[in-house]
C-alpha cells in the first residue's frame, strides 16, 4: 500500500518560514528512483505546481511564483522529500501535496504525469 505522508504545515506570518516534509512508504519503485513533486491548492482555484526534484536531486524545477523562495530537497535514506519555504506571502496560503511520478526521466510539472498522492497539509500565511 503506497502512503505518501505530507507534516510541516501550519499558520505563519507574512515573511517566515516553515518546512514541508512528505515521508513515502509502499511505493512499487526503490524511492531513490521516483520523481517526487510539490503541488498546491488554494481554495477556489485548481490544483498548481510549485516544485520537483529528480531521483538523484541533482535536477529541480520551480514555478515561477516560488523561485527563489522555495527549495525542494530529498532524503533517499529516509524516502522522504522537503519544501523549504522562506519569504512566505498571503497567496502561498493553501493545501500543499507531495506526489510520486513513477518515469524517472520525466520532467514534468503535470499533475496527471504524478501517480501517487498523499493527503496534504494546509499551510496558511496571515498578512
Known amino acids: 500500500q503506497v502512503q505518501l505522508v505530507e507534516s510541516g504545515g501550519g499558520l505563519v506570518q507574512t515573511g517566515g518560514s516553515l518546512r514541508l516534509s512528505c515521508a513515502a512508504s509502499?511505493?512499487?519503485?526503490?524511492?531513490?528512483?521516483?520523481?517526487m513533486g510539490w503541488f498546491r491548492q488554494a481554495p477556489g482555484k485548481e490544483r498548481e505546481f510549485v516544485a520537483r526534484?529528480?531521483?538523484?536531486?541533482?535536477?529541480?524545477l520551480y514555478a515561477d511564483s516560488v523561485k527563489g523562495r522555495f527549495t525542494i530537497s530529498r532524503d533517499n535514506a529516509k524516502n522522504t522529500v522537503f519544501l523549504q519555504m522562506n519569504s512566505l506571502k498571503p497567496e502561498d496560503t493553501a493545501v500543499y501535496y507531495c506526489?510520486?511520478?513513477?518515469?524517472?526521466?520525466?520532467?514534468?510539472?503535470?499533475?496527471?504525469?504524478?501517480?501517487?498522492w498523499g493527503q496534504g497539509t494546509q499551510v496558511t500565511v496571515s498578512s
Open positions: 506526489a510520486a511520478d513513477l518515469e524517472s526521466g520525466r520532467d514534468s510539472s503535470k499533475s496527471y504525469d504524478y501517480a501517487y
Open positions: 509502499g511505493l512499487p519503485f526503490t524511492f531513490s528512483r521516483v520523481v
Open positions: 526534484i529528480s531521483w538523484s536531486g541533482k535536477s529541480t
